[in-house]
């Protein structure tokens, strides 16, 4: 999955060292890139669950992209691999994934949306 980003103040990122609040393990800020996948049952989108309470996630942490220089203006792309089987056990027929970004002053971006892809496993 390719991803196309624009940033105006150029504050996309996190440090390795960012790990106290609002940054903290556990927290909706620890991951700055947030990946869900769904089901599509029906037209009918859904988080897909491992278990009654916890869905997948594919979250991580992208690292400073901030430059030097008076101009913080940044856009690019940003790549990541998706698996087309969510987690082993797990075989839904049609899904999606949702995916967003906070940057540093936790501003959320726009949520994106892949197209509903159908599997045969």
Do not use: W
Not at 37 to 60: Q, R
Not at 110 to 118: A, H, K, L, Q
């Amino acid at each position: 999955m390719r991803i196309e980003y624009t940033d105006g103040d150029g504050d996309i990122g996190l440090e390795p060292g960012d790990t106290l609040a609002p940054f903290e393990f556990g927290g909706p800020y620890f991951y700055n890139l947030h990946v869900y996948p769904y089901e599509v049952v029906d037209g009918v989108k859904k988080p897909i669950m491992v278990s009654a309470t916890d869905s997948i996630d594919f979250n991580d942490r992208i690292a400073t992209l901030t430059p030097t220089g008076k101009n913080k203006a940044i856009f690019g792309e940003i790549r990541i691999a998706l698996r087309a089987q969510p987690s082993f056990g797990i075989t839904p027929d049609s899904m999606c994934y949702k995916i967003f970004i906070y940057d540093r002053k936790l501003h959320k971006s726009n949520v994106i949306e892949t197209p509903v892809g159908r599997f045969i496993f």
